[in-house]
């Protein structure tokens, strides 16, 4: 059974600072492309980053370059979302997601919260 738990979401003040993870278990991690997505209230999901198994990055939006860091650890099934200077904006849940080939997977989303 295919298994995507993401944690570490939560309420925090602009300019701060928050760490996504994301543990996978029963998929052979190491060959999958993992992704952060984020869905805003009353938005669309959207892309956030991703990191291939050759540890090659994206970063879907300019508003997120400079601030975030995506990041894996093969060895623990874990990719990370390390999110600096935060923004209200950047309030949303925020979805891990393992793809390879036509297998793609979905974590439950945690919330992250930008506010004062």
């Known amino acids: 059974q295919v298994q995507l738990v993401e944690s570490g979401g939560g309420l925090v003040q602009p300019g701060g600072s928050l760490r996504l993870s994301c543990a996978a278990s029963?998929?052979?991690?190491?060959?999958?492309?993992m992704g952060w997505y984020r869905q805003a209230p009353g938005k669309q999901r959207e892309l956030v980053a991703t990191?291939?198994?050759?540890?090659?990055?994206?970063y879907a939006a300019d508003s997120v370059k400079g601030r975030f860091t995506i990041s894996r650890d093969n060895a623990k099934n874990t990719v990370y979302l390390q999110m600096n200077s935060l923004k209200p904006e950047d309030t949303a849940v925020y979805y891990c997601?393992?793809?390879?080939?036509?297998?793609?997977?979905w974590g439950q989303g945690t919330q992250v919260t930008v506010s004062s």
């Open positions: 990191i291939t198994p050759g540890d090659s990055t994206y």
């Open positions: 029963g998929i052979s991690f190491r060959l999958y492309t």
């Open positions: 997601q393992a793809k390879f080939s036509t297998l793609n997977y």
